[in-house]
């Protein structure tokens, strides 16, 4: 079973503005374009991954269903990434498609004051992306709050791998993503005493 995402994007002051279209919605505007992406909408199966759902909401324009698949509220158990839905905006300053193809691939960046969350997504063969940080400012150090599918490495019961590294414009973050998977990302602004906590992001692949 399938989700099927259709995504508008329109010019407004400031960046890209995105929409989800809801089932049976009709757009009145003409000059529009829009990217379809399919995603697994069950996630009930033995090798379920739970880092889709958490890059998905940084795609959707109602990202709340995606959370849906931790289950209720009573069986969460501290799992660490859940971070990332609470440091999440709703409303963003610019919007980005930066890498994508249909049935393959999609990586998109969005930006809410000096913060960036970006989701990637694969296909069902997996695939090994990359994450081109020239976006970024030049000149600032972010720290880089990395949450991917960690199999059994990972103890928790979602087996989300949360990674920590320090980045900048100049860096290209390499991702090995699983069939059926994605990567989120966090990037913050740190200071030069912040930094000291964290290693500098080294080449390897997530």
Same mark, same amino acid.
């Given at each position: +079973?399938?989700?099927?995402?259709?995504?508008? &994007?329109?010019? $407004?002051?400031?960046?890209? %503005? !995105?929409? $989800?279209?809801?089932s049976g919605g009709v757009w009145k505007e003409k000059r529009c374009r829009y990217l379809v992406v399919c995603q697994p909408a069950c996630f009930a199966e033995a090798d379920a991954?739970?880092?889709p759902a958490v890059a998905q909401m940084g795609h959707c324009y109602s990202p709340l269903m995606t959370i849906f698949w931790y289950d209720r509220p009573q069986f969460y158990n501290g799992e660490p990434e859940i971070e990332w839905f609470e440091n999440l905006q709703t409303v963003f300053d610019e919007s980005h498609v930066l890498d994508g193809m249909p049935g393959k691939n999609i990586t998109m960046a969005?930006?809410?004051?000096?913060? &960036?969350? +970006?989701g990637m997504l694969t296909n069902n063969d997996g695939s090994d992306e990359t994450l081109d940080c020239s976006f970024l400012d030049k000149n600032q150090t972010y720290l880089a709050s990395i949450y991917t599918d960690g199999g059994e490495e990972v103890k928790t019961k979602?087996?989300? %791998?949360? #990674?920590? +590294?320090?980045?900048? @414009?100049?860096?290209?973050? %390499?991702? !090995?993503?699983? /069939?059926?998977?994605? @990567?989120?990302?966090?990037?913050? /602004?740190?200071?030069?005493?912040?930094?000291?906590?964290?290693? %500098?992001?080294?080449?390897? #692949?997530?």
């Open positions: +079973v399938y989700a099927l995402y259709l995504t508008r &994007w329109g010019c $407004h002051e400031g960046g890209v %503005k !995105t929409e $989800h279209a809801e991954r739970i880092v969005r930006r809410k004051d000096k913060e &960036w969350f +970006v979602t087996r989300v %791998k949360c #990674s920590y +590294v320090l980045v900048g @414009a100049e860096d290209v973050i %390499k991702f !090995t993503l699983k /069939p059926r998977g994605g @990567a989120a990302v966090r990037l913050v /602004p740190v200071t030069e005493k912040e930094a000291k906590a964290y290693k %500098k992001y080294g080449g390897e #692949s997530f």
